[in-house]
């Protein structure tokens, strides 16, 4: 089992920034990749992020690239996202997520089949 705690959530007014944070624990070594989804009201669980568990390889959702870094697992056993000029159109819960398939780091890691764990998720609100 691997358990994934997010914190770091809040208020921000449109163009402001925000740092989540997803604290890993138990079996993290079985990890291959960890990601950050996101879901807002009404609407599906859409990709935002992810990182192979040694941090030396990315992949961003076409809508935060530039905007959103990811950072942290491995060694840190901590997965952070960094969001700069957010946008009301960001606001959702934001969830973690940990997967133990080994694959090239890109589209794969884009569904939510993919992740074993997740995390309980962290509200970002963006006010215009």
């Known amino acids: 089992q691997v358990r994934l705690v997010e914190s770091g959530g809040g208020l921000v007014q449109s163009g402001g920034s925000l740092r989540l944070s997803c604290a890993a624990s138990?079996?993290?070594?079985?990890?291959?990749?960890m990601g950050w989804f996101r879901q807002a009201p009404g609407k599906e669980r859409e990709f935002v992020a992810a990182?192979?568990?040694?941090?030396?390889?990315?992949y961003y959702a076409d809508v935060v690239k530039g905007r959103f870094t990811i950072s942290g697992a491995g060694d840190k056993s901590a997965l952070y996202l960094q969001m700069n000029n957010l946008s009301p159109e960001d606001t959702a819960v934001y969830y973690c997520?940990?997967?133990?398939?080994?694959?090239?780091?890109?589209?794969?890691?884009?569904?939510?089949?993919?992740?074993?764990?997740w995390g309980q998720g962290t509200q970002v609100t963006v006010s215009s």
């Open positions: 997520a940990a997967s133990s398939l080994h694959y090239k780091i890109g589209s794969y890691y884009q569904t939510p089949v993919k992740y074993n764990y």
């Open positions: 990182s192979t568990w040694s941090g030396d390889g990315t």
């Open positions: 138990g079996r993290t070594f079985t990890t291959a990749a």
